[in-house]
């Protein structure tokens, strides 16, 4: 089951991109009290509160605030939900939104709850226009993400060292065309 996320979910974000960082799969600055993750933290806080994140451009220093809707997972046993083990954040993107964030609870991993979530958040509002994922390709856990991108619609379009770019097979040609431009990320960049 998801909820929307709000700030009162930020203890929950914080310690799942926090875990996700040691793990490879998030920025590595993440797992530590570093200017940069302060500085993330402080935008996430704010967006949970509002709805929008304020990020800085890194070619040019500006400030620019981008929607980022979020939710949080929390299995349904029986019924009865349990406690928040999941979530996942958007980010507006030129056509519709890119799945820009999600993590699940080490202890809630293996036991089908990813799909379950991954699959959920894709049927929300800005899910049904998340043409592209992005992904850390050194993260310990970016075989089993790139599994279940594939089995929801995705397949991998895009590649550098650092980060893979997961297609849906119904995006719209301009999402395609957007990733397959020249500039867009390719192996060896």
Same mark, same amino acid.
């Given at each position: 089951?998801?909820?929307?996320? +709000?700030?009162?979910?930020? &203890?929950?974000? @914080?310690? =799942?991109?926090?875990?996700?960082?040691?793990? #490879? %799969? /998030?920025?590595?600055? /993440?797992?530590?009290?570093?200017?940069?993750? %302060?500085?993330? /933290?402080? %935008?996430?806080?704010?967006?949970?509160? +509002?709805?929008? /994140? !304020?990020?800085?451009?890194?070619?040019?220093?500006?400030?620019?605030?981008?929607?980022?809707?979020?939710?949080?997972?929390?299995?349904?046993? #029986?019924?009865?939900?349990?406690?928040? +083990?999941?979530?996942?954040?958007?980010?507006?993107?030129?056509? #519709?939104?890119?799945?820009?964030?999600?993590?699940?609870?080490?202890? %809630?991993?293996?036991?089908?709850?990813?799909?379950?979530?991954?699959?959920?958040?894709?049927?929300?509002?800005?899910?049904?226009?998340?043409?592209?994922?992005?992904?850390?390709?050194?993260?310990?856990?970016?075989?089993?993400?790139?599994?279940?991108? !594939?089995? =929801?619609?995705?397949?991998?379009? $895009?590649?550098?060292?650092?980060?893979?770019?997961?297609?849906? $097979?119904?995006?719209?040609?301009?999402?395609? =065309?957007?990733?397959?431009? &020249?500039?867009? &990320? @390719?192996?060896?960049?």
């Amino acid at each position: 089951m998801l909820r929307p996320a +709000t700030v009162v979910d930020l &203890p929950l974000f @914080r310690a =799942l991109i926090r875990d996700g960082a040691l793990r #490879g %799969s /998030f920025d590595r600055d /993440f797992a530590t009290d570093s200017p940069a993750a %302060s500085e993330f /933290f402080a %935008s996430l806080r704010q967006a949970l509160a +509002t709805g929008y /994140f !304020v990020e800085k451009d890194r070619q040019t220093g500006e400030l620019s605030t981008i929607a980022v809707p979020g939710y949080v997972y929390m299995p349904d046993s #029986g019924g009865a939900a349990q406690r928040p +083990t999941g979530f996942g954040l958007f980010k507006a993107a030129a056509v #519709g939104y890119e799945l820009w964030l999600t993590g699940i609870d080490a202890g %809630s991993r293996g036991q089908g709850y990813g799909h379950a979530m991954l699959a959920e958040l894709l049927r929300t509002p800005p899910g049904r226009t998340a043409y592209v994922v992005r992904v850390e390709v050194s993260g310990q856990d970016s075989a089993t993400i790139d599994h279940l991108l !594939v089995a =929801l619609g995705y397949a991998r379009a $895009n590649a550098t060292p650092q980060h893979a770019w997961y297609l849906r $097979n119904d995006a719209p040609e301009q999402v395609v =065309l957007r990733l397959n431009a &020249p500039g867009a &990320p @390719r192996a060896g960049r």
